[in-house]
């Protein structure tokens, strides 16, 4: 499947507009495109008591997990930031997506300046946490 990063992207810019950040005013948008072209939006959801809040990536994940798709419909993740350069994942959303997506799966950062890099689980988290260390 092509993947369209730049509409990916832009998705990801509209579900930023859905963050609620009222304490730290750091807007983060997500979108995660699965093999039949299904896209799920995530955006950053803050609490006062901050370990309860949600980042985009997880929110978007989760969103198509809840849906019933599985690790191996998903091909692709935007996340985009007011960021100096491309907005990169939280560790927690780094163990997330080394879990939840194929270790190749594109991860599309970007800021709203239009600056871009591209990589995978693997390389966000080369050593990840996994099942097999149960």
């Known amino acids: 499947?092509?993947?369209?990063?730049?509409?990916?992207?832009?998705?990801?810019?509209?579900?930023r507009k859905l963050?609620?950040?009222?304490?730290?005013?750091?807007?983060?948008?997500a979108a995660l495109l699965c093999r039949d072209g299904s896209v799920y939006p995530g955006a950053n959801i803050e609490n006062s008591s901050y370990p309860l809040s949600l980042c985009a990536e997880r929110n978007a994940i989760f969103n198509a997990m809840?849906?019933?798709r599985k690790k191996e419909e998903f091909v692709a993740l935007a996340l985009i930031a007011d960021t100096e350069a491309p907005c990169s994942p939280c560790?927690?959303?780094?163990?997330?997506?080394?879990e939840l997506l194929p270790s190749d799966?594109?991860?599309?950062m970007s800021n709203l300046k239009g600056d871009k890099k591209v990589t995978t689980p693997a390389e966000l988290l080369p050593f990840a946490f996994s099942g097999e260390d149960l």
């Open 1 to 15: 499947m092509e993947i369209d990063e730049n509409k990916l992207l832009e998705d990801a810019l509209e579900a």
């Open 105 to 108: 799966t594109p991860i599309i």
């Open 91 to 98: 560790g927690s959303c780094r163990q997330v997506m080394s």
């Open 66 to 68: 809840m849906d019933g």
């Open 19 to 29: 963050s609620y950040s009222p304490y730290s005013h750091f807007a983060v948008g």
